[in-house]
């Protein structure tokens, strides 16, 4: 995974199945930046959990290259590619703040960051449910992912649980 440059736009591309690694090194190897969005998941297997890391889109890689320049046909002989995703007869961009916005997600491997967890205290807006756009405060967490908070409703406080999905920084 490299950085940003700005005359290059993202694309994304259709994987062989199983050859996301391999599809990869050969388009860094051509010279193309890549980034492909991992994320750990666990599972259990023979009996135990087993945690293994994944890409957060199974059969995808963003391919990041100046479509002026015509190189997009050797992504698509590339080994372990299978095509650019294109509409028509060109390969369509990805949005540059899609992309932009995933990388800031993951650390310097690819792989998805945990969600920032608020802390006992901290202000938070509701972003969906029934309370959606209340203000809280932050009351304390629950090992389940759930977050107990505190609401203002009808001039006295009530606590609510609710996923930490659901909250967004005040």
Request: proline share 10%.
């Amino acid at each position: 995974m490299t950085t940003h440059r700005p005359s290059l736009s993202w694309f994304l591309a259709q994987l062989k199945p199983n050859c996301a690694a391999i599809a990869d090194r050969n388009l860094q190897r051509q010279g193309f930046q890549t980034f492909l969005p991992l994320t750990e998941e666990t599972r259990p297997r023979n009996g135990r959990f087993a945690t293994t890391t994944r890409p957060l889109f199974p059969g995808y890689i963003f391919v990041a290259f100046d479509p002026a320049l015509g190189p997009w046909r050797k992504v698509n002989a590339t080994q372990g590619v299978t095509r650019l995703v294109s509409f028509g007869k060109a390969p369509a961009p990805v949005p540059h703040d899609l992309v932009l916005h995933l990388k800031q997600r993951c650390d310097t491997d690819g792989r998805l960051l945990p969600p920032k967890l608020p802390k006992p205290g901290d202000q938070v807006t509701l972003a969906t449910g029934p309370f959606a756009n209340f203000v809280a405060q932050v009351e304390k967490l629950a090992p389940d992912q759930r977050v107990w908070v505190l609401m203002d409703i009808m001039g006295g406080q009530t606590r609510v649980a609710v996923s930490a999905e659901q909250l967004r920084a005040s």
